[in-house]
């Protein structure tokens, strides 16, 4: 089983700043099938980014995904207000079962 | 579009077995280019993947709940149900179905909005 870490647990920064978190897999994440998903209070993960890059419909370009093999980067170039968040990595690169990361809280400095 | 919505009993005895079901509508959970997936996040906790149920039903579930799990599908009514047995305080949680995408290496692109439930005497 693939263990994701995620770091760091928590991020604190301003509207208008760029995050980025990052992801770490215990071994090899095959074919880059790693997905990131944000979650708000009370709401189910929303899918942003599939295939380490590839961004979701609908989700804006100000998200975007990067990094291969064990390492994993999720960058928001520019915070809206909205983007203040839980954010989850998942691995599917392997059979099941597929594992997520712990979660990175992006909170509002 | 596709929606899913989770239901069943938002309380469950310990020792007894949990029974939730997904219903999906916008879509037919007899597409083959879909896996349909159960997931649950613990009060303040991260996302455990639970398992999955492919339409020719062939499931896989996670090992470390494997000896409890038991998913199924009803293609007539567009639902997909879990089945969770000898409950503890620990399976409490929020429970969610989702779509998987991508084939056998999948990705969850749609979600119900969850369910709670809560194991209690």
């Known amino acids: 089983e693939i263990v994701l870490t995620q770091s760091p647990g928590t991020l604190s920064l301003s509207p208008g700043e760029r995050a980025t978190l990052s992801c770490r897999a215990s071994q090899s994440v095959s074919s880059s099938y790693l997905a990131w998903y944000q979650q708000k209070p009370g709401q189910a993960p929303r899918l942003l980014i599939y295939g380490a890059s590839s961004r979701a419909t609908g989700i804006p370009d100000t998200f975007s995904g990067s990094g291969s093999g064990t390492d994993f980067t999720l960058t928001i170039s520019r915070l809206e207000p909205e983007d203040f968040a839980v954010y989850y990595c998942?691995?599917?690169?392997?059979?099941?079962?597929?594992?997520f990361g712990q979660g990175t809280k992006l909170e509002i400095k | 579009q596709v929606q899913l919505q989770e239901s069943g009993p938002g309380l469950v005895k310990p020792s007894q077995t949990l029974s939730l079901t997904c219903t999906v509508s916008?879509?037919?959970?007899?597409?083959?280019?879909?896996?349909w997936s159960w997931i649950r996040q613990p009060a303040g906790k991260g996302l455990e993947w639970i398992g999955r149920?492919?339409?020719?039903?062939?499931?896989n579930y996670n090992p470390s709940l494997k000896s409890r799990v038991t998913i199924s599908a009803d293609t007539s009514k567009n639902q997909f149900s879990l089945k969770l047995s000898s409950v503890t305080a620990a399976d409490t949680a929020v429970y969610y179905c989702?779509?998987?995408?991508?084939?056998?290496?999948?990705?969850?692109?749609?979600w119900g909005q969850g369910t709670l439930v809560t194991v209690s005497s």
């Open positions: 149920i492919y339409i020719s039903g062939s499931t």
């Open positions: 998942q691995q599917y690169g392997s059979s099941p079962p597929y594992t």
């Open positions: 916008g879509g037919s959970i007899n597409s083959g280019s879909y896996y």
């Open positions: 989702a779509r998987c995408i991508g084939g056998w290496y999948c990705y969850f692109d749609y």
